[in-house]
């Protein structure tokens, strides 16, 4: 008996980044801000971390309205129509739903319906996961164009009292268009996990305490009154993080993972005009630096001191401020490297759109 052969979609060789978007918050918060809730200073805070301002989304802003924003810059940019999208891909670990997925109701505000949707729970790499995903996506001939869109409202997710993280974090929306090329635009993504540091960074409680304290299960008097100007539970989870531990595993490991994705790439230091990396703290981004030897020609991006760690977001909105401010780099080759909560790590070098 002879088995009928299986057509296949053509592959596409080529694939690269073919515009970029962002949407940052309106509301603009100081450190002498942040320093209302926690025992510091501007100075410390500038000096530890690089931060002087983060933007915070205001209540009645949604993920999705974020997303929504950035996403129709971008394909503007690319010269893309939403119904052209064979995919929309929504990285994101502060949707407040676990389902529906905030991919699928973007692709409908965007009018991209009906493209497959789904989001990516990759915390600060989940940007560098979407490219990844896409890029294969458009190389195997299963989407011509793809949108990747990463988008945090990270301000509904901290305890403003906390030193550990809650000063570190802002909202914001990063998006791209991925699509076919003539010539190479995405190098190989070198990317992985590992799950044993996975309480290095973290949300302390579960939708399950959330559940326990709504049926009085837990909860003292004391702590059903917290939060109450924030709107929210007093167990409603937020994040936390180990910041001496998470420091250590990013220098030391996330340098080596950068060079990875050059000699994927086949690529030198030397080759590169922007350094991408996400932006976490400024002291780990130029510890990077050194570790890589950037030439003094490479621009590396420092979003992170007008705009905080945006998780998933920041390496577009990174990528979108150095076009803007630089558009001579359009076009150049990039390094860009998202890492953080799993703890999982991705990197790509790029031509920048």
């Not at 529906?100 to 009018?111: E, I, K, W």
């Not at 595993?249 to 950068?258: I, Q, R, S």
């Not at 991408?276 to 002291?283: D, E, G, V």
């Amino acid at each position: 008996m002879s088995i009928t052969a299986i057509k296949q979609t053509p592959l596409r060789e080529h694939t690269r980044i073919h515009g970029v978007g962002a949407y940052r918050p309106e509301i603009i918060v100081t450190n002498d801000d942040v320093c209302q809730w926690i025992d510091s200073s501007d100075e410390w805070i500038r000096q530890r971390t690089g931060i002087v301002t983060r933007h915070r989304a205001p209540r009645e802003v949604s993920v999705i309205d974020m997303a929504e924003a950035a996403s129709r810059e971008a394909l503007a940019a690319a010269g893309v129509e939403a119904s052209q999208l064979g995919a929309v891909l929504v990285s994101t670990v502060t949707h407040p739903y676990a389902t529906p997925s905030a991919a699928a109701q973007l692709t409908d505000r965007l009018g991209a319906t009906p493209a497959p949707a789904y989001d990516i729970s990759a915390a600060c790499a989940g940007y560098c996961y979407g490219i990844a995903q896409a890029d294969a996506l458009v190389h195997a001939g299963t989407a011509d164009y793809v949108l990747v869109v990463g988008v945090e409202k990270l301000s509904d997710f901290i305890d403003n009292s906390d030193r550990t993280i809650s000063f570190l974090l802002g909202d914001g929306a990063g998006a791209v268009v991925i699509g076919p090329a003539e010539s190479a635009g995405i190098g190989p993504t070198v990317w992985g996990s590992d799950g044993s540091k996975h309480e290095a960074i973290r949300m302390d409680r579960s939708l399950l305490d959330v559940r326990d304290y709504a049926l009085g299960a837990v909860a003292t008097d004391a702590e059903r009154d917290q939060d109450v100007d924030a709107g929210r539970q007093s167990l409603w989870p937020t994040m936390r993080q180990d910041g001496p531990a998470v420091f250590r595993w990013a220098v030391w490991e996330m340098a080596k993972a950068a060079q990875s994705a050059l000699d994927a790439a086949g690529v030198s230091a030397d080759d590169l005009a922007v350094f991408l990396p996400h932006q976490a703290n400024i002291r780990i981004v130029d510890e990077m630096v050194k570790q890589l030897e950037l030439p003094d020609h490479v621009h590396v991006a420092r979003d992170i001191v007008d705009a905080g760690n945006t998780s998933a977001a920041s390496i577009p909105l990174a990528m979108h401020r150095t076009l803007q401010e630089q558009p001579s780099l359009s076009g150049k080759l990039a390094l860009q490297i998202g890492f953080g909560a799993g703890l999982v790590f991705g990197a790509q070098v790029v031509v920048l759109p």
